[in-house]
């Protein structure tokens, strides 16, 4: 059974980092996508980042390009969303998905095309 587990949330000052981590187990992550994505209160889950496991492939929303970084330590089995200049926006609890297989540009923003998900870090960001 897979399982993904999210830490590193927390309350920041806008303009602050915070570093969040998703820990996978259960599986063999060769091929994998994994995925990040957020729900606002009140807002519908969004896209935030994605990374193939082996192929490096990456893709941002429009809405963290530049100040988010996605990478991943497979020796580890863990991903990592590294969040720079965040805004009041960014509040949020942040979930981190896997599916078996490569995904596109497109694909790997649809919160359907995955098959395992965290239970979500809270990120709450104040002025």
């Known amino acids: 059974q897979v399982q993904l587990v999210e830490s590193g949330g927390g309350v920041v000052q806008a303009g602050g980092s915070l570093r969040l981590s998703c820990a996978a187990s259960?599986?063999?992550?060769?091929?994998?996508?994994m995925g990040w994505f957020r729900r606002a209160p009140g807002k519908e889950r969004e896209f935030v980042a994605s990374i193939t496991w082996t192929g490096g492939n990456i893709y941002y929303a429009g809405s963290v390009k530049g100040r988010f970084t996605v990478s991943r330590d497979n020796a580890r089995n863990t991903v990592y969303l590294q969040m720079n200049s965040l805004n009041l926006e960014d509040t949020a609890v942040y979930y981190c998905?896997?599916?078996?297989?490569?995904?596109?540009?497109?694909?790997?923003?649809?919160?359907?095309?995955?098959?395992?998900w965290g239970q979500g870090t809270q990120v709450t960001v104040s002025s």
């Open positions: 259960g599986g063999t992550f060769s091929g994998y996508t």
């Open positions: 998905a896997a599916v078996t297989g490569l995904l596109g540009s497109t694909s790997s923003t649809r919160p359907y095309k995955y098959n395992y």
